[in-house]
């Protein structure tokens, strides 16, 4: 029994994987970024028993299902504030302007427009995150709902040979507001080079 759910596990992990379920980003003429994104659900089901020749005995089965939704992420954003050593990346989610000002606005005026009109259909996703070589490029790639948890994916990029100093990014997007009470959670890095810190 463990051969075959390892053997269905790898197999179920080759078809899903975040290249399948998120494409790659489309940008249009007008500067707005596109994210192809899929549903992906699964199940399983198992069964046995204890039954010998006798018509007695022990049998039982079971069966449970799991699915994922990708969520839009819209009009991403990104600053470099100051250093955060020992604080740890963190993602979190803000559904008003006084939860945003409570966060901090970190001096940027892209993150002092959003008002109380933005807020009554939008939420804001934010996450601070720091790499070890300032050159590193950070991006928030995906977003993934499963019930009520919603992982975020960050892209980090090298061009190359890195610099030598920490740096800790302000992310940000928008979604939709009803994404507002689900927990949210960082799943970490990819990419060449990341650099990442945890």
């Not at 940027?108 to 995150?129: E, G, I, Q, R, T």
């Not at 590193?136 to 919603?150: D, G």
């Not at 992982?151 to 890195?162: F, I, L, N, P």
């Not at 997007?173 to 650099?195: H, I, N, P, T, Y």
Request: charged share 15%; with cysteine.
């Amino acid at each position: 029994m463990a051969e075959f759910l390892q053997a269905s596990m790898s197999k179920l992990k080759e078809m899903v994987d975040v290249n399948t379920v998120v494409g790659e980003p489309i940008t249009t003429p007008d500067g707005e970024t596109l994210v192809p994104v899929s549903r992906v659900s699964f199940g399983f089901g198992h069964g046995g028993g204890d039954l010998v020749k006798q018509r007695s005995g022990f049998a039982g089965g079971g069966t449970g299902a799991v699915g994922s939704q990708s969520v839009t992420l819209e009009n991403s954003g990104k600053l470099r504030i100051a250093y955060q050593q020992g604080a740890g990346n963190s993602v979190t989610c803000v559904s008003s302007v006084d939860q945003l000002n409570r966060f901090g606005l970190y001096g940027s005026d892209k993150l002092a427009a959003y008002d109380k009109h933005f807020f009554d259909s939008k939420a804001l996703v934010l996450v601070k995150y720091t790499v070890s070589s300032g050159s590193t490029q950070l991006s928030l790639s995906s977003a993934t709902r499963v019930s009520n948890m919603v992982s975020v994916h960050v892209d980090a990029q090298s061009a190359g040979m890195g610099t030598s100093d920490m740096a800790t990014w302000l992310l940000w997007a928008e979604v939709d507001k009803s994404l507002s009470d689900c927990q949210w959670v960082l799943d970490g890095a990819s990419g060449a080079g990341s650099g990442v810190t945890k």
